[in-house]
């Protein structure tokens, strides 16, 4: 599964793993909010804008999204994440190639029950998923639970 030619860029795989979250595809963004603008002016907000949503029936989605929940359990494939105090969704990758080492691939949504925040990482040329791009994502993610209001 996954391998051959298969092109998929990194935004690709985090709208469909945003979609594992939330059943909706939205219209990427890098920022939600712009602030401390010139002159006091208020923030811009920018809201999220549905591209799509319901593409899958209620009980595939149930079944792959559960199946997203327990690749970062005991058991699974995202080892880094097992002890980690927060539930994810996931899906570790490693996408081989002709020649060299695979490309590591890891995506996540988080946290499992009321997901706030996506993310995909690829590191070219770097290995097994879960045990090159999987480490990064969960030092990201440790640092929004320590940071950031969810």
């Given amino acids: 599964i996954g391998q051959g030619f298969m092109l998929t860029t990194p935004i690709q795989v985090n709208l469909m793993t945003s979609y594992m979250a ?8 890098v920022v939600s909010k712009i602030e401390n603008l010139p002159n006091n002016a208020a923030a811009i907000e920018i809201s999220p804008k549905i591209l799509s949503e319901d593409l899958a029936s209620a009980e595939n989605f149930t079944v792959v999204r559960n199946g997203m929940r327990q690749a970062c359990e005991q058991g699974g494939t995202a080892f880094p994440f ?30 499992f029950e009321n997901p706030q925040i996506t993310i995909t990482v690829i590191i070219e040329d770097g290995g097994e998923g879960s045990a090159v791009a999987a480490p990064v994502a969960r030092e990201i993610l440790d640092w929004m639970f320590q940071n950031k209001k969810f």
């Fill in 22 to 29: 939330s059943g909706k595809i939205y219209k990427p963004h």
């Fill in 82 to 111: 097992f002890n980690a105090p927060y539930k994810v969704g996931c899906k570790t990758g490693t996408a081989e190639k002709a020649l060299g080492n695979p490309h590591a691939w890891f995506s996540a949504f988080a946290p």
